[in-house]
């Protein structure tokens, strides 16, 4: 009789912990970083032992709870951080140089269609090379074109500048996420595998892990009872719960760096930062572009007006003043009296015709025309590679999540297969009971 109140007590006490497990998935269903928990349950061994009173005596083995395991696949884990941290990178590369086709379009009022403009009223010019009106309109599409230039260089730059705002946050999450894993895994060390406690730091291990990879491209090795150190290069980033900060380093018309133990790491290849420091190299690139067109644009203005003739014969002065980028180009304030319009010749338009043949395939136009173009393709393919790395991670994520994520008709069918293997237990300690009050009866 007591070998069946035993196994039914064994089994009661099983049944209940399962239906917690149970009860803990469906609880955490719509939680991004909780893994499946069962329960692992087996069997004791039949034991023996000797009565002094009676004979040998043979016993029956109960369930045996040997604690609770996650439903983790180590692989898909490593994989799916991976594609997470290309996932973001590419949409952290798609926003950025979007911000670039924004600053280049000016608002629909970009320095290619002011160029355009400015050649149109040349062309005017050239007609009518004493009309004041034509010559005023001339003088303001230049000054347009520079305000153009100056505008965009600063939309350029402000959107450099607000990388480095948001690469200096991405690296202060990183660091927390980096002192949270050191926490997390002074807790783990000494806690015995298998128990509620080790598994719910287990999820907060793997939640870390993500947000660390998602900011950089890292390298994980996990050691006892489930810690993992991180390092990058050969430079250790934690160890055990010895955590060494990130630090962002802005650098001026170039992008930024990131230093680890006081040496300066390679750039960041992967995650947040990886997205931001490629999308703030494309744009100082473009930056550097758009300085050397407008330093053409300047010199070829001021070329085209030394090679005329003012209304009074002299040589024309500058028109255009700049200090080597586009933000510095400005207007030196000539009246229109002042333009160079006629040839040394004295042919009265001979100059400003000379003007219109600056639209040639190495002239201010086409310059921008080939910036503006470099920086599409490169949208264009940024936006092609989130599309990819987008598709993979949700593959892999799938397959992730077919392993590890709570799937509530599982569970609905674990409820009540419980149940009922519950119910079992209990009519076994019913059985037990009402045998040993027919025998009690007996006597």
């Known amino acids: 009789m007591s070998d069946l109140l035993n196994i039914g007590r064994a089994a009661i006490q099983a049944n209940s912990r399962a239906l917690d497990v149970v009860g803990s998935n469906v609880a955490n269903a719509d939680n991004p970083d909780y893994v499946r928990r069962s329960l692992n349950i087996g069997e004791t061994a039949a034991y023996g032992a000797t009565n002094p009173l009676y004979s040998n005596y043979n016993g029956f083995g109960t369930v045996a709870v040997g604690g609770i395991t996650r439903s983790s696949d180590q692989f898909l884990e490593a994989a799916t951080r991976q594609t997470g ?13 979007d911000q670039g086709e924004i600053a280049l379009a000016n608002n629909d009022v970009d320095i290619g269609a002011q160029l355009t403009q400015l050649f149109g009223s040349a062309e005017e010019l ?22 153009r230039f100056n505008q965009t260089s600063l939309s350029l730059g402000s959107s450099v500048e607000l990388i480095n705002g948001a690469a200096t946050q991405q690296a202060q999450e990183l660091n927390s996420a980096l002192s949270e894993l050191a926490t997390i895994n002074q807790q783990l060390r000494p806690l015995r595998s298998g128990t509620g406690q080790h598994t719910n730091l287990l999820d907060r291990r793997d939640a870390a892990l993500t947000v660390i990879t998602e900011k950089l491209d890292v390298q994980i090795s996990f050691g006892q009872n489930g810690t993992a150190d991180i390092s990058r290069n050969g430079t250790s980033l934690l160890t055990f719960n010895a955590a060494t900060p990130v630090n962002f380093i802005a650098n001026a018309g170039a992008s930024f760096d990131l230093e680890i133990g006081g040496a300066v790491q390679a750039p960041p290849a992967n995650g947040t930062l990886g997205g931001l420091h490629r999308s703030q190299s494309s744009l100082v690139n473009l930056g550097n572009d758009l300085n050397s067109l407008a330093v053409q644009f300047a010199d070829e203005v001021n070329t085209w007006q030394a090679n005329g003739r003012t209304d009074a014969g002299a040589p024309g002065a500058a028109i255009v003043s700049h200090g080597g980028t586009a933000a510095s180009l400005a207007i030196t304030g000539l009246a229109a009296s002042d333009l160079a319009l006629a040839s040394p010749a004295g042919v009265a ?19 921008y025309e080939k910036i503006a173009l470099g920086q599409a393709q490169n949208l264009l393919a940024a936006r092609s590679e989130s599309e990819a790395a987008t598709a993979f991670d949700r593959a892999t994520r799938e397959a992730r999540n077919n392993v590890s994520a709570v799937d509530l008709d599982r569970e609905a069918a674990d409820l009540i297969r419980l149940q009922q293997s519950y119910e079992a237990s209990a009519r076994i300690i019913q059985v037990a ?4 009050q027919s025998i009690l009866a007996i006597f």
């Not at 290309?86 to 798609?94: A, H």
């Open 85 to 97: 941290a290309s996932r973001v990178s590419s949409e952290v590369l798609v926003q950025w140089l």
């Open 126 to 147: 050239s007609a009518v090379p004493f009309e004041p009106a034509l010559r005023n309109q001339f003088l303001g599409d230049i000054e347009a074109t520079v305000h």
């Open 349 to 367: 338009n001979g100059n400003i015709l000379a003007f219109v043949d600056l639209r040639t395939a190495t002239g201010t136009e086409q310059g």
């Open 433 to 436: 009971r009402e045998t040993m």
